[in-house]
């Protein structure tokens, strides 16, 4: 059954690398380049080092934001979950900062904290925190108080209930917010570095579509979502099946 469904994988993707061909050679056109010239243009950046330097100080900024997001998201909504006077008196605070868009949150910190680098991590943060919180929230309300009761009628301190009882509960909760906000931050952050960074991907891709150079577009967008497939594959779902082992 694995290796039928890796078939399967394989097999479509080769429809696609097809389909893309096709269309390329039949408009014969610079707005959609063959696979073949997307992949030499790929090479090239590689060789030049320009790829990987672009793609490197994007990845730090989103570890960086991403990284501050889901610590402050996780704390502040497992005490909103758990304590229902503030989750009243801050509700409507996470209403008006889920409904700000992007654009406007980053120019706000372009033009309040100038066009540093710490005002591009703090707009990133300030789009993905609000996400992170309503989901950890909403997965506190569902915990088990039977498990939480257990805890304290054996004196858990509040270290070991977090630990043991509370984050083990949370990681489905946890875990789909970090696959949500993987996808979500890194689309703010190409647009983060597009208005206002001398470096990163987005700024290249701006660069690119002044110079109407799709293939680098298309390669500089490969080599970022490979990277974040990568991040799901050695990371994300080797951390999900060893937290996964406790509800066995």
Known sequence: ????????????????????QGLAVY??????????????????????????????????????????????????????????????????????????????????CYVWFGLVESAAILAVVINKLPNVIVTIREGTRTLDQDLLEMA?????GKRKTLVHVIWPQLHPFVMGATRSGLALIWKIILVVELLGRSNGMGYQLHLFFQLFDVANILAYTIAFVAVIQLIELLVLKPLDKKAMRWRR
């Open 152 to 156: 304290r009628c054996y004196r858990f």
């Open 1 to 20: 059954m694995f290796h039928f469904k890796n078939f399967l994988s394989t097999l479509s993707l080769l429809a696609f690398l097809a389909i893309w």
């Open 27 to 108: 408009l014969n056109s610079n707005t959609l380049p063959t696979p073949e010239a997307v992949a030499h243009v790929f090479w090239q950046g590689c060789v030049s080092g320009q790829l990987p330097f672009h793609l490197g100080v994007t990845l730090l900024r989103l570890v960086a934001s991403f990284t501050i997001a889901m610590l402050l998201g996780c704390a502040i909504g497992i005490v909103l979950g758990r304590n229902k006077k503030l989750d009243a008196f801050f509700d409507n605070w996470l209403v008006i900062f889920l409904n700000v868009p992007a654009l406007v949150t980053i120019i706000l």
